[in-house]
């Protein structure tokens, strides 16, 4: 059984670019969630996918958005990208909101 | 006001002593709670976690208790190890309208285990 996987683990861009980041979920795990956590800080809820819907958000502009496969895999987008975008962003799969997440290693964005 | 809240904020102990963590909280309803350990630049790895209804759950030396009443949780390390140092976040799942797969983080605990 594969946990989650992120890709890439570190990124740098220039502000006003575009970025895409890949999380491939746990075997079995239909949902999907995005979180962003800024150094020293715990983590924010981006958003969340379930079977392919977005059916949570947190309180992130639009230029924050994603997609999730019919494999059930996901990408987080940023338009845009603003220094204070610097951070670790973490994908988080589970089968439903009873079991436990599992999260993936993130990945590290700075943007400069 | 963030709605899960623990103590303390670091905490540096001797390798082989035992520690406890606090989480109170104030989300309500909620499904489960549930702690996780972080290192440094990695994702959360979960040790434990409860339903409303659970007193205790174990993991190896890990050791977590909810009291619903009071809204309180606890982490318990037995025996510390070196590589305990991490920070440990408390997470409880809200049970409400659409929310119910939102997870809500705490502030987290640094824990550093010396030798």
């Known amino acids: 059984e594969t946990g989650v996987t992120q890709s890439p683990t570190h990124l740098i861009k220039t502000r006003g670019q575009q970025v895409t980041l890949r999380c491939s979920s746990q075997?079995?795990?239909?949902?999907v969630s995005w979180y962003q956590q800024a150094l020293g800080q715990g983590p924010q809820f981006i958003f969340q996918?379930?079977?392919?819907?977005?059916?949570g958000r947190g309180n992130f502009p639009p230029r924050f958005s994603g997609l999730q496969f019919p494999n059930y895999s996901s990408e987080l987008n940023v338009n845009a990208l603003e220094l204070d975008d610097s951070a670790l962003y973490l994908c988080?799969?589970?089968?439903?909101?009873?079991?436990?997440?599992?999260f993936g290693s993130g990945t590290r964005l700075t943007v400069v | 006001k963030n709605q899960v809240e623990q103590s303390p904020q670091s905490l540096i102990i001797l390798e082989g002593k035992n520690c406890t963590l606090q989480?109170?909280?104030?989300?309500?309803?909620?499904?489960?709670l549930r702690w996780y350990k972080q290192d440094t630049g990695r994702g959360p790895v979960s040790l434990t976690i409860?339903?409303?209804?659970?007193n205790t759950k174990s993991n190896g030396r890990y050791t977590a208790t909810l009291d619903a009443d009071t809204k309180q949780s606890s982490l318990h390390i037995t025996a510390s190890q070196l590589s305990d140092s991490a920070s440990y976040i408390c997470?409880?799942?809200?049970?409400?309208?659409?929310?119910?797969?939102?997870?809500?983080f705490g502030t987290g605990t640094l824990l550093a285990v010396q030798p």
């Open positions: 409860m339903t409303f209804s659970e």
């Open positions: 997470v409880v799942s809200p049970n409400y309208g659409g929310a119910t797969n939102k997870l809500i």
């Open positions: 996918y379930y079977r392919e819907e977005e059916n």
């Open positions: 989480c109170n909280y104030t989300v309500s309803p909620f499904s489960n």
């Open positions: 988080a799969s589970s089968r439903d909101s009873n079991y436990g997440y599992t």
């Open positions: 075997s079995g795990h239909n949902t």
